[in-house]
C-alpha cells in the first residue's frame, strides 16, 4: 500500500468519527459541515502534488518531541504526514520507527528541509516556535547544510500535526515544501476559520513557524 492510500484511509477513518460524533449528538449536519472542509483541504494538497514527480519532491530531515536529531522512518504516522504534503522523509528507510541518528548522517544527505514538530501536551507562543527553530539554525554543525542556508527550517505544534486539525498541519507543510504552488493559500487564516466556525472560539497561540513562509 502507498503512503498516499494510507493518508485516504486515514482520512476516511477521521471523518467517519466526526461524522459518528455528530449523529451521537444529534448534530449531523454540524459534522458534515467539518467533514467536508477537512475533505477539501486535503483534496486541494492531493490536486495540486499529484503531477509531481519523486526527484522533484524535497528531502525533508524531520526530527520531534524537542529532541535533536531525533527522527521517524516510514513505519510512522509522521512519515505519512510528510509524504502526503510532498516530501520525502531521508530516514523513511531507517530500520527502527523512531531513529535517533547522528549530525553526520544529516549533513551527508544535506535535505531541503528541516522539519520539528513539537510535542501537542501543551500550548506555544509564536515566539516558542521562533527559539525552536533558532535552536535548529544555530548548530554549528548545520551551518553548511542547504535547508539552515536556503532558510528552510520549519517549526510546528504537534496540536496541527494530529486528529482533526492535522489538515491545518499539511497545509503548512505542501506550503513550506511548495511556496509557488500554494501561494494563494494561507493555513493560519485557515485554521483560524476552522476553529471559529466549528468551536466558536478565537484561536490564539502559536503553531507554525515561520506563519508567513
Not at 475533505?39 to 490536486?47: C, P, R, T
Not at 527553530?133 to 517549526?155: H, M, T
Amino acid at each position: 500500500m502507498t503512503l498516499r492510500k494510507k493518508a485516504l484511509q486515514i482520512l476516511i477513518s477521521l471523518l467517519l468519527v466526526i461524522e459518528n460524533l455528530g449523529r451521537a449528538l444529534g448534530k449531523e449536519e454540524r459534522a458534515s459541515e467539518l467533514a467536508g472542509q477537512l475533505k477539501g483541504y486535503h483534496d486541494l494538497i492531493k490536486e495540486r502534488t499529484l503531477g509531481i514527480n519523486s526527484e522533484e519532491r524535497p528531502t525533508v530531515f524531520f526530527e520531534w518531541l524537542g529532541k535533536p536529531y531525533h527522527s521517524a522512518s516510514n513505519g510512522t504516522s509522521y512519515d505519512n504526514f510528510i509524504d502526503f504534503a510532498g516530501g520525502v522523509n531521508i530516514a523513511a528507510n531507517e530500520s527502527v520507527d523512531y531513529p535517533n541518528v547522528s549530525p553526520e548522517w544529516v549533513i551527508e544527505k544535506d535535505p531541503d528541509v528541516i522539519l520539528h514538530i513539537l510535542g501537542s501536551s501543551k500550548d506555544y507562543t509564536e515566539e516558542e516556535l521562533e527559539q525552536w527553530r533558532d535552536e535548529i539554525i544555530s548548530r554549528p554543525e548545520l551551518q553548511n547544510s542547504r535547508a539552515v542556508k536556503e532558510g528552510r527550517v520549519y517549526v510546528l505544534s504537534g496540536t496541527v500535526a494530529t486528529g482533526i486539525r492535522s489538515a491545518i498541519g499539511e497545509l503548512y507543510l505542501a506550503k513550506w515544501f511548495y511556496p509557488e504552488l500554494f501561494d494563494d493559500i494561507d493555513p493560519g487564516a485557515e485554521h483560524e476559520k476552522l476553529i471559529q466556525e466549528f468551536y466558536n472560539m478565537k484561536l490564539e497561540g502559536g503553531y507554525a513557524y515561520p506563519s508567513d513562509a
